[in-house]
């Protein structure tokens, strides 16, 4: 029974995570007083006054932390006692490069005088560090007062075990310890060093006591005849029902499995034999341990000790009983006691005589971890609740035994006579997830408990696993595994503003507070709270537009977003809600006029509109860390947004709604700061826009408008920010509410995470297909005549003019056309030539691609939802027993779609025929299938639901009768039907738009419902938009599932080297990591990186990807491909977990000792080893990115801005910019520079190789993929000159396909800025889509400038589309003259550099027509 009973235990551990497992499994009980803790009395004493000094720091303080210099090196502090010479000075640079470098030496008690006592030696090691405090103060008092035993004790803390200095301390303190104890051992690569080190040493000692931890280390467990050695290996029915019980939910769960536990020791009493007292006696020591007092932790120790070691059994002690502490409760550090009743809280706080609060005073509740409490570590919560009643709010602080507060939340935050919310917004202060701890959590449950309290909902973090100075000293910020744990996870429940409040003392291990950041965080929970606490007419909204590239025409640039149409609906609604947004101009175009003054959107011009003129004397008094700023850029006004005199705010003020531009970054044009700034902070002008913005008109909450701004890209620590990382400053106390694309969910958490937003998704332009156009609809049409011709006299005449037509379309680069007449070939051959232009206009013709820009608010038409519901219909998955309408269809006349697939690709007319009636039979049942929702303007409207509900039910459905005219009548309607219900389930999510109703929600201090970003295709889940968007779990990739389609691509992209290699295997492959590409893929290119190499990720006991295993040279059938990996600064910023796997996977390919023709990775390593002279694992070093808090190239910029000499600059800003690497042997060290290291392996170089995974992003849509294109500076590189052959793998249709860059880039033209449907779609937009237009043609001569890829034609017909065709000219000039300007510049440039050949004719025109156009918008008559 006993062992049953434990196994459930430990069950309940590993469900409930953190404190769940009888935490303080004993609760007072009726008529007894629960304790106050001692430390409380000093806090009596602390006056308010005192508070808000220390809460204070001088400005010139401020001011030096800002230092761009001291961000990037962070100097050796001066002014502190002096550090031992082992203590960390600078982290980035630290010893041994790991997150922490403390030693156990601070933890480590002897016996002053043992006076002929027994000395017994505990060892304990655990995941944080509160209980250091209290366990030396519990071993001192056993020491100074015990008669017959004396303590040698030494902690650990876990994370100081990856140090191998710590580690071999730690064999010798275990070789001889008496008793082990451990705690919260949750990550596994640590958990195997504890049982490697613990485990041969267990039958010796006389106690091992393992608390909540992974299974392999809760095996240790040893106390007499009690053991869990069993644990997960054998089948336990409890257990089962236990986990039965918790999938069921409800906040009943964890006190029903407390109150269970609780009467364990008292059963277990009363049985005679040793296993059941053994048993009580882990139970007891659990009630002790989660205790945390010095009381208990002394009594647990001398119960272990006089029960097991042997020497001390006959020795009769005193032991008290477990002190009792309340599971869940109000605690406050000036209350007499802890509260188990709200009602008798209230009381007490409306009766204190030491505050008066206002009638209507803002209420916040805060989220407290018990442990800290009962461990008398409390003093940072302390520090929180006095600032936040310094500021006139009042508090709520609620904490729990386990970590599943949803029941807290609904007992103790609602008002207990009303039940109607008391609280206006919340601060979590533990860090983790509101249900569940480091091992488990349950976002449903905590998003339905938060979503009906319905208030802003915070999550600050205190530190954890490093101390304050190694967290102030590190560019990277917060230890990634906490950042895993206690950002990434609390995102999923909808938490924001993830701010460092409290730091851990060395010498103690006690928290405290830091107070710059306690002050930001009570500001903003109480600004939070302000906004359901204000009327809408009385609210002020900053809206916030970018401007970039910053050039005329620019203002108002959102990815796929018309900006100033969706302002304007929003303007709108507020109007409606009854918001002050004063008198709005009659139309669109009238405002975007209002803030632009006819468009002249000048950079570094007064020409827009001036809200505000700023004088430098406000500016210093109002910006606090304005003279960090003169390092960059001097004193202030500087020469960016400003007169000469004063700083200029630019925009134009709506009643209470500020409609203002953000500054640029400021640089974009300087091509020496592009070329040597590894960051810069923002210029004057960027800070005196967010002052005027916080402190001059006062904003409520600010709202960026758009994918996306600067402010969170500015220099600071990467996660875990501090009061001098520049984002932190600029933002300031200002709620910021942010427009974010649906599809960019990495970019949208560094606006969380380090813009501290709340982050409102917008859908993306429904995709359309492509189509064709002028001569390829015209070869469509020969292809068609083909096909019925094809055996009489006319087929060869056929296939000449379908040969000439795709020469004269430049189809001929694309496919292999033959020379001759075609009467001379085969029929076969034909057929084969044929089949290969039709594939490849099919190709261009079924290519998605968004058209036009979204608007906020506005559902797409029927129309474009057929395009995305067809790809979302076209894909397997499995996980919902669905099957995709391809396959249904293919197997309705008897084929598989993976070979039709393979057939098509091969040029089989039979098969790209097939392919293309399955892809008309696919349209065909979804246009049914829509049709029956469309309203009379053609759009999807709120009527959907019902009309689909009725369409599910009934009749014979109308996808069942479009396929009954088709060739696939018999497709099998049983498998159809859940793929239809599940369309069904997509068209409604996507009417459910909920962007305004969202943005509504949180001006009026509601919780906003999270959601995942990505692509809606791939994961519908997406939708509907108008969620706070998360991203994911990052040690939960790569899944098995991208294993296995990475391995599909790999195998695609090695034989297509092969085959365009001579036959030999590619040596090195460059590839980019994007944080976007992996979160939407759930780690596919990840994945493609372990299989080059040959590696494979494995998952922990907890299902956390952090493991690896080789894979065989016979099983893998090829050499490792040695790879050189660039990634993106936002995946660097979001995966350092994966950074470090990739690193670990490279070297141990390195490391094993096969043939070198059979491994590249080693075969380069020891000849980089020996040319540079390090080591093989230094010089297997292939994981490189930007310096912590820089970002891209700026290759991008340069070209944006055409602020580049020649093309061996941009190469030096690549190399400059981007060799930074990655040392997983040292990970606290951050990102080092690496230059000759990164140089050496692009030597080496085959191929180079980017991913496309979403139909809504493709090369020339954005500048991140040529900015990261390294083909021309590899064959500057390469000793023998040689380009390499590059390659993108696209993965946006069931078919993925490896293709050439330059098929690459040659399809993207086509079906893009080349398209009629695309760019009229642009022109449908106005102002805006003319920029969209001058930004792909800008794209594609960028991809010239890093490749050469571009080919003449494309350029060529770019100028004959929208410069030679006079009306189109008008149209562009008339719409947006300073984007067309760029137009026309951007050709004259490209031929200037050498990427397009025209004729004299050509540029004779084009410099003309620069003048007229520069003329008119200069005024010139």
Same mark, same amino acid.
């Given at each position: 029974?006993?062992?049953e ?103 480590r ?20 560090? =509160?209980?250091?405090?209290?366990l030396t ?9 015990n &008669? ?41 690569e ?10 041969p ?8 006591l ?20 069993q ?31 609780r ?27 989660? *205790?945390?007092?010095p &009381? ?16 001390? =059994? ?15 409760g109000v ?6 006691t ?11 706080y ?17 989220v407290?971890q ?14 929180v ?7 006139g ?13 949803s029941g ?27 249900v ?7 976002h449903?449950? %905590? ?13 600050s ?21 906490q950042?895993?744990l ?33 002050e ?12 359901s ?12 537009v970018f401007?970039?590239?910053?050039d ?17 609906k ?24 209002s ?26 008094q109002?910006?606090?860390y ?7 850029? *001097?004193?202030?006004p ?30 974009e044009?300087d091509?020496m700061?592009?070329?040597f700034?590894?960051?810069?902070s ?21 709202l ?28 300031g ?7 974010y ?5 990495? &970019? ?8 501290y937003?709340?982050t ?10 492509? *189509? ?7 070869l ?6 083909? =096909?019925?011709l094809?055996?009489?006299g006319?087929?060869?005449?056929i ?29 076969e ?11 490849k ?23 474009e939802?057929v ?64 049709g ?5 303007d ?51 999510q996507?009417?459910k ?12 201090g ?37 294993? =296995? ?13 092969? %085959?365009?290699?001579?036959g ?56 490792r ?42 075969k ?33 910029? %340069? ?7 020649d ?23 951050g ?6 290291i990164f ?53 946006t249709t069931?078919?993925?396909q490896?293709?050439?860059l ?15 449907k ?16 001058q ?9 010239s ?24 000219q ?9 984007s067309?300007?760029?137009?026309? %510049? ?36």
């Amino acid at each position: 029974v006993s062992q049953e009973l434990i196994k459930m235990s430990s069950q309940a551990s590993m469900i409930g995570g953190k404190g769940l497992l009888a935490a303080n499994a004993v609760k007072s009980t009726k008529g007894s007083a629960s304790r106050a803790l001692p430390s409380y009395d000093g806090l009596r004493a602390t006056t308010r006054s005192t508070e808000e000094a220390r809460l204070k720091t001088s400005r010139s303080a401020r001011s030096a932390k800002f230092s761009v210099q001291a961000i990037a090196n962070p100097p050796k502090r001066s002014g502190r006692a002096e550090r031992k010479d082992d203590d960390i000075q600078d982290l980035g640079a630290g010893k041994g490069g790991f997150f922490t470098n403390t030693t156990p030496d601070a933890r480590r008690v002897k016996p002053s005088n043992a006076n002929g006592r027994l000395t017994v030696k505990v060892v304990y090691v655990v995941l944080e560090a =509160q209980y250091q405090s209290s366990l030396t103060a519990a071993v001192n008092q056993i020491n100074e007062n015990n &008669e017959n035993v004396c303590f040698e004790m030494v902690g650990y803390l876990l994370e100081e075990l990856r140090n191998p200095d710590n580690y071999e301390e730690f064999k010798k303190d275990v070789a001889s310890a008496n008793i082990f104890i451990a705690s919260l051992i949750f990550i596994e690569e640590l958990a195997e060093k504890v049982v490697a080190v613990v485990e041969p040493e267990r039958e010796r000692m006389d106690a091992v006591l393992c608390f909540p931890s992974m299974p392999a280390v809760m095996r240790l467990n040893k106390l007499g005849s009690f053991s869990m050695s069993q644990l997960g290996q054998s089948k336990s029915v409890i257990a089962d029902f236990m986990k039965k019980k918790k999938a069921e939910g409800g906040s009943g769960f964890e006190d029903g499995l407390l109150k269970l536990l609780r009467t364990l020791p008292k059963v277990l009493k009363y049985l005679p034999n040793d296993k059941a007292q053994d048993a009580r006696n882990f139970i007891q020591s659990l009630q002790y341990w989660l *205790g945390g007092s010095p &009381e208990n932790l002394e009594n647990f120790l001398l119960l272990i000790s006089s029960t097991y070691v042997p020497d001390l =059994q006959e020795t009769k002690m005193t032991i008290a009983e477990p002190v009792v502490f309340p599971d869940v409760g109000v605690w406050h550090p000036m209350a007499p006691t802890m509260y188990e009743d709200l009602k008798e809280y209230l009381n007490w706080y409306d009766t204190r005589k030491d505050m008066v609060f206002e009638k209507d005073c803002p209420v916040v509740g805060l989220v407290l971890q018990r442990t800290h409490l009962v461990t008398g570590d409390e003093g940072h919560y302390s520090a929180v609740v006095m600032a936040l009643e310094a500021k006139g709010a009042k508090v709520v602080p609620i904490f729990a035994g386990g970590l599943d507060f949803s029941g807290p939340v609904e007992k103790y935050f609602y008002n207990p006579l009303t039940k109607l919310p008391l609280v206006n917004s919340v601060v979590s202060l533990t860090g983790f997830a509101l249900v569940g701890g480091p091992a488990r959590q349950d976002h449903p449950k %905590a998003i339905q408990a938060l979503k009906k309290l319905n208030v802003p909902y915070m999550v600050s973090v205190p530190l954890v696993f490093q101390t304050t100075e190694e967290w102030e000293d590190s560019t990277l910020g917060l230890h990634p595994v906490q950042v895993a744990l206690q950002v990434a996870l609390p995102e999923l429940d909808g938490g924001m503003d993830p701010i460092i409040f409290s730091g851990r003392d060395r010498a103690t291990g006690k928290s405290h507070s830091l107070y710059d950041q306690v002050e930001s965080v009570a500001e903003r929970a109480i600004k939070w709270g302000n906004l359901s606490r204000k009327k809408n007419a009385e609210k002020k909204l900053a809206i916030t537009v970018f401007s970039f590239p910053p050039d005329k025409g620019n203002v108002g640039t959102a990815a796929y977003l018309n900006v100033f149409g969706s302002i304007w609906k929003v303007l709108t609604m507020m109007k409606r809600e009854g918001y002050d947004v004063g008198e709005l101009p009659e139309k669109e175009e009238d405002l975007i006029n209002s803030i632009l003054q006819d468009k002249e959107a000048k950079f570094n011009s007064p020409d827009m509109n001036i809200e505000y003129k700023m004088p430098v004397k406000e500016y210093e008094q109002l910006c606090s860390y304005s003279d960090a700023l003169h390092e960059n850029w *001097g004193p202030p006004p500087g020469n960016l947004n400003t007169n000469g005199v004063d700083m200029l705010v630019y925009g134009k003020k709506y009643g209470n709604v500020f409609i203002g531009v953000q500054p640029t970054f400021g640089y974009e044009g300087d091509p020496m700061r592009l070329l040597f700034s590894k960051s810069a902070s923002p210029h004057h002008g960027f800070a005196a826009y967010y002052t005027y913005v916080e402190k001059i008109f006062g904003a409520d909450a600010v709202l960026h408008f758009g994918t996306h701004g600067s402010l969170e890209f500015m220099p600071g620590k990467q996660v875990g920010m501090s009061e001098s990382c520049f984002p932190n400053a600029l933002i300031g106390s200002t709620p910021n509410l942010y427009y974010y694309a649906a599809n960019n969910p990495s &970019e949208a958490t560094i606006a969380k995470r380090r813009g501290y937003s709340t982050t409102i998704s917008y859908l993306t332009p429904p995709a359309e297909n492509a *189509g064709l156009y002028k001569g390829l609809k015209e070869l469509a049409e020969l292809i068609s005549s083909y =096909q019925g011709l094809k055996d009489t006299g006319r087929g060869p005449s056929i296939v000449n003019t379908i040969i000439a037509k795709a020469i004269e379309c430049n189809l001929d680069r694309d496919v292999d056309l033959p020379e001759g007449d075609a009467k001379d070939l085969e029929n076969e051959v034909r057929d084969t030539v044929v089949g290969k232009v039709y594939g490849k206009l099919m190709e261009i013709e079924s290519r998605l691609l968004p058209c036009g820009l979204h608007v906020v608010g506005v559902p797409p038409t029927a129309e474009e939802a057929v395009a995305t519901l067809v790809n979302i219909a076209s894909i397997d998955r499995p996980e919902a027993d669905i099957i995709g309408l391809p396959n249904i269809l293919a197997r309705a006349v008897g084929r598989d779609i993976e070979e039709v697939y393979r057939s098509s690709d091969q040029g089989t007319l039979e098969d790209v025929t097939l392919l293309q009636e399955i892809t008309d039979a696919s349209r065909a049942a979804v246009t049914a299938f829509v049709g029956k929702t469309t309203g009379k303007d053609g759009r999807i409207g709120t009527n959907a639901l019902g009309a689909l509900a009725g369409i599910m039910s009934g009749g014979q459905p109308p996808w069942v009768r479009a396929l009954n005219k088709t060739k696939f009548k018999k497709a099998d309607k049983a498998t159809l039907k859940p793929l239809f219900e599940y369309l069904k389930f997509c068209l409604t999510q996507v009417v459910k738009d909920n962007e305004l109703g969202a943005l509504t929600e949180a001006l009026e201090g509601k919780y906003v419902l999270p959601g995942p970003g990505g692509d809606p295709i791939r994961n519908p889940d997406v939708l509907p938009t108008g969620k706070n968007i998360h991203a994911l779990d990052p040690q939960a990739i790569p899944t098995s599932a991208a294993m =296995q389609s990475a391995g599909v691509v790999v195998e695609r992209l090695l034989e297509r080297q092969k %085959a365009e290699n001579g036959g030999n295997w590619p040596e090195t492959i460059a590839l980019v990591l994007w944080g976007t590409d992996n979160i939407k893929t759930y780690g596919e290119s990840l994945a493609q990186v372990m299989w080059m190499v040959g590696v494979r990720p494995m998952p922990d006991a907890l299902g956390r990807v952090n493991k690896l295993e080789l894979i065989s040279l016979e099983e893998l059938g090829r050499p490792r491909v040695d790879v050189v990996v660039n990634c993106s600064g936002v995946f660097r910023d979001l995966f350092v977990n994966q950074m470090n796997l990739l690193d670990r996977a490279i070297k141990l390919a390195a490391e094993q000792d096969e043939p070198l023709e059979m491994n590249f990775v080693r075969k380069h390593a020891l000849e980089q080893a020996e040319e540079l002279g390090v080591s093989l694992r230094q010089a297997s070093t292939r994981i490189f990115s930007n310096s912590s808090g820089s970002y891209s190239s700026n290759v991008n910029l %340069a070209v944006e801005n055409s602020s580049w000499n020649d093309e061996s600059q941009l190469q030096e800003m690549y190399l400059n910019r981007k060799s930074f690497s990655f040392n997983s042997d040292a990970p606290g060290s951050g990102m080092e520079e690496s230059r000759d290291i990164f140089e050496s392996a692009l030597k080496t170089v085959d191929a180079t190789f980017q991913n496309l995974d979403s139909s809504e992003i493709s090369l020339t849509d954005v500048s991140h993929y040529f900015d990261s294109d390294p083909t021309k500076l590899v064959q500057g590189l390469r000793t023998d000159g040689k380009a390499p052959n590059s390659y993108i793998a696209d993965t946006t249709t069931a078919n993925a396909q490896v293709r050439t860059l330059g098929e690459t880039v040659r399809l993207d033209a086509r079906t893009k800025l080349l398209n009629p449907k695309w760019y009229e779609g642009m022109m449908g937009s106005g102002y805006e889509g003319v920029r969209e237009i001058q930004k792909r043609l800008t794209n594609t001569m960028g991809w010239s400038a890093t490749s050469g890829t571009v080919d003449n034609w494309v350029y060529d017909e770019a100028n004959e589309t929208f410069i030679e065709d006079e009306e189109m000219q008008k149209r562009l000039l008339e719409t947006n003259p300073n984007s067309f300007r760029k137009i026309v %510049a951007t050709f004259l440039e490209a031929n200037g550099r050498g990427y397009w050949d025209a004729p004299e004719e050509k540029l004779e025109k084009l410099r003309n027509l620069y003048m007229d156009v520069e003329d008119k918008i200069e005024g010139v008559e």
